[in-house]
């Protein structure tokens, strides 16, 4: 067998053990965290929540998931992925289903936060695990997939919410606590799995043979072969962090992640309200929101059911993205249009809803098409322009700060559709914050490589320096030291070449391997 197919087939199998395990793990993340939206329909009329309250108990989710990340992370590389993973995910089972308890503000808002808490590590802990097993060149789809289980929660998440919100009266519950008890579950039970089937690292990896580890850790190598030894990686959990935020590119990129997640979560809390008032034929009032919001067990189940069609739209067309993505090796425009597309659909939605219901509802299925396409490549421009020593550090924080939009849109969001009494101006300032988002990734591009090309030629001159003084110090028998050449696609990058070239210098930015 060639070297080529045995890679294949090692691939195959991390994909075949790791990704199944982990898309599960993201959907019921997701899930988790947003069934209040499903919720909403008749828990703010039981428990008597406005918007106000209900946009603040959504966003208080955040604070605690965005201050959580990078200390999960120091924990997790202490413990190991294995066992930390699956306590994060025993515990947020255990909060979710605790929901069901809610029943005054105060509580509402302390289980907002200890969701955040517990849930905070869990995204990162698998992008480093995954890294781990993949290298950057081959990492997109991976996370894509990852990606994509967001997209699979909410396209599973509106049914499985329409059946568990019908489920009103029994046992003396009402369906929004069947909704919150049933979900918990299935964490606990992936925690189980975590445990018996995802390794710390390669070595633990029951799945591969003594041959495939040793084809996996050349090929890694060879990805790695510009990076430092590993005793250069610092050890100091402050000096990691310092190393990350010392990377222009990685704060360019967080700022782009904080403008993308105020949008992203804005619509996503408040879809089934903007379905739902659409479909009332009272436009984008609050009118027809609160009347959404005070519909009890198996009424008003429509639009919790249309939800799921924006989200299937956006689960294809974030592969069909990604699959180009890779295929044309190139992350950029890929990530820059989708945002683009998605920000101009959600900026004339409210004219588009205006002339029908239809053209309305067709705008926010291609919001959602456009902003989940870009998820694939958008993550995978953070991992490598994060990538070295801190890459471990850099992704959370990417996550963490974006993260803090997500506080910031539901939150601003219920405030301005409580004093406007509609959400017309919300899809005009969420659509602005995407067009953004789009405008600031395809100027990144150009940076990215300017940045490379400088890093390139410092590298040069310390090529130069050190031959000259390895050539001084010969024995005496004219004879010197050959330094090894520049890889490949260093050289690329620098005379410009494909976009997947000139990406791999900024693994110079930090200057170490992949975490």
């Given amino acids: 067998m060639s070297q080529d197919k045995r890679l294949e087939r090692v691939y ?18 997701h899930i988790d965290r947003t069934n209040l939206a499903f919720a909403a329909l008749s828990m703010n009329r039981d428990l008597g929540f406005n918007t106000a309250v209900y946009g603040l108990g959504s966003a208080l989710f955040f604070p605690t998931f965005c201050a959580f990340q990078v200390p999960s992370n120091f924990v997790m590389l202490r413990v190991g992925v294995r066992v930390w993973l699956a306590f994060l995910l025993v515990a947020w089972g255990v909060v979710a289903s605790c929901f069901a308890l809610i029943h005054n503000v105060t509580s509402f808002f302390v289980l907002r936060l200890l969701l955040g808490l517990f849930e905070a590590g869990a995204t990162p802990a698998m992008w480093y695990s995954l890294s781990q097993f993949y290298p950057q060149e081959r990492i997109i789809k991976p996370y894509s997939f990852l990606s994509m289980g967001i997209l699979l929660a909410n396209v599973l998440g509106a049914p499985l919410a329409a059946g568990f919100l019908a489920m009103d009266g029994i046992g003396g519950l009402r369906g929004w606590q069947w909704l919150f008890m049933l979900e918990g579950v299935p964490p606990v039970l992936l925690g189980l799995l975590v445990l018996l089937l995802v390794p710390n690292r390669v070595s633990e990896a029951r799945w591969l043979t003594a041959e495939d580890k040793e084809v996996l850790a050349a090929d890694m190598a060879k990805a790695a072969e510009a990076s430092p030894p590993p005793e250069a990686i610092p050890r100091r959990p402050l000096r990691l962090l310092g190393l990350a935020l010392a990377n222009p590119l990685v704060t360019y ?9 105020t949008a992203a979560y804005t619509f996503l809390f408040f879809l089934p309200m903007i379905v739902e008032a659409l479909l009332s034929g009272h436009s984008l009032g609050l009118a027809a929101a609160s009347k959404a919001a005070g519909k009890g067990g198996r009424a008003g189940l429509l639009p919790v059911l249309l939800t799921s069609v924006p989200y299937t739209v956006g689960a294809i067309s974030t592969w069909l993205v990604a699959h180009s993505s890779e295929r044309r090796r190139e992350l950029y425009w890929h990530c820059s249009l989708s945002l683009l597309l998605s920000g101009v659909f959600f900026a004339f939605f409210p004219l588009m809803a205006t002339a029908s219901v239809a053209a309305g509802f067709a705008a926010l299925v291609l919001t959602v098409g456009g902003a989940a396409a870009a998820n694939g490549p958008g993550v995978t421009i953070v991992a490598d322009i994060s990538r070295g020593p801190s890459q471990v550090v850099g992704m959370p924080i990417y996550n963490s700060i974006s993260a803090v939009g997500g506080f910031v849109g539901p939150y601003m969001a219920g405030a301005i559709v409580q004093q406007t009494g509609n959400f017309k101006l919300i899809a005009v300032i969420m659509g602005c914050l995407l067009l953004g988002c789009g405008s600031m990734v395809a100027a990144l591009k150009p940076l990215a490589a300017w940045r490379a090309r400088k890093l390139l030629r410092g590298a040069a001159g310390s090529d130069d320096e050190e031959q000259q003084q390895q050539r001084g110090s010969g024995d005496g028998s004219g004879s010197s030291t050959v330094l090894p050449a520049r890889p490949a696609h260093a050289a690329a990058a620098a005379e410009g070449g494909d976009d997947m ?3 791999e210098p900024s693994a110079c930015v930090l200057g170490g391997p992949k975490a």
């Fill in 501 to 503: 070239a000139s990406r």
């Fill in 253 to 261: 990129m967080c700022v782009v992640g904080f403008l993308l997640a």
């Fill in 12 to 29: 195959r199998k991390n994909s075949r053990i790791l990704l199944p395990v982990y898309v599960l793990c993201i959907i019921f993340s």
